[in-house]
């Protein structure tokens, strides 16, 4: 009987030793899986950035240019043509600030649940 529960109580202790290892194992690779997220966040952010700052860029070029076709065509300066032209222009580049607009959005909803885990520490 006593040698029955001292097996027992050996191998118990070999599984919980074994257990405890596995897990030590499992939090290495947490941690390795959190530089990799880590390390996309950021790529994520600096590409926000700079989607940004084209967004801002390209919105004034279309309000400068906006603004000349309007002065040119109120002062009838423009030919049917050119009117054409200027529209397509324009619609271009509201065609490039909406693109970049999803960009951002997409890389804003990644980033979502990331700054959520950062606001809590």
């Known amino acids: 009987m006593k040698l029955i529960i001292k097996t027992a109580a050996i191998f118990t ?3 919980l030793c074994n257990l405890g290892f596995s897990q030590a194992q499992n939090s290495n ?6 530089e990799k997220t880590e390390k996309k966040i950021l790529k994520a952010e ?10 801002e860029k390209a919105e004034t070029k279309l309000n ?4 000349k076709f309007e002065t040119q065509n109120a002062k009838g300066d423009l030919s049917p043509n050119d009117v054409i032209k200027w529209n397509k222009k324009l619609d271009k580049q509201n065609s490039k600030i909406e693109k970049l607009e999803k960009q951002a959005q997409k890389l804003e909803e990644f980033l979502a649940p990331y700054s959520r ?5």
């Open 29 to 34: 690779y947490v941690k390795e899986v959190d």
């Open 117 to 121: 885990i950062e606001d809590g520490n």
């Open 13 to 15: 202790l070999v599984f």
């Open 64 to 67: 400068k240019d906006q603004n």
């Open 46 to 55: 600096s590409k926000l950035e700079k989607i940004d700052e084209k967004i």
